[in-house]
């Protein structure tokens, strides 16, 4: 049919991955220097950080990763993994597409690629 993949199926993916990650408070659940304690009843997330500083943020306001940082890098392997879930190893197999790019800009030449 002449195309690697259905460009609108990348796009509603990835449209769902930025919708998730928008406007939320990033934090990394394996972060070592973090200690973490979702309170139920209050529906709030305590963060207690190393150096002693004290964080309560609204639970819904959290966005909870399986990472140890939330940097450029870090996110754009979250984003590639969520992509070819969401892609569907099937899919990929099919269009005989073995890798994909994911690039994370924060600011001008700070970005984290991943593939």
Request: charged letters at 30%.
């Amino acid at each position: 049919d002449g195309y690697v993949i259905d460009f609108g199926v990348v796009k509603k993916a990835l449209r769902q991955i930025c919708k998730d990650l928008k406007e939320r408070f990033l934090v990394p659940l394996h972060n070592e220097a973090l200690q973490l304690h979702v309170d139920e009843a209050s529906s709030r997330l305590r963060i207690l950080c190393e150096d002693g500083s004290r964080f309560v943020v609204p639970l819904n306001e959290c966005f909870l990763l399986p990472l140890t940082q939330c940097g450029t890098q870090e996110l754009a392997e979250y984003m590639l993994i969520r992509l070819k879930e969401s892609i569907g190893d099937d899919v990929l197999a099919q269009r005989s597409i073995h890798w994909m790019r994911v690039t994370v800009n924060e600011r001008p030449y700070s970005e984290g690629i991943t593939r």
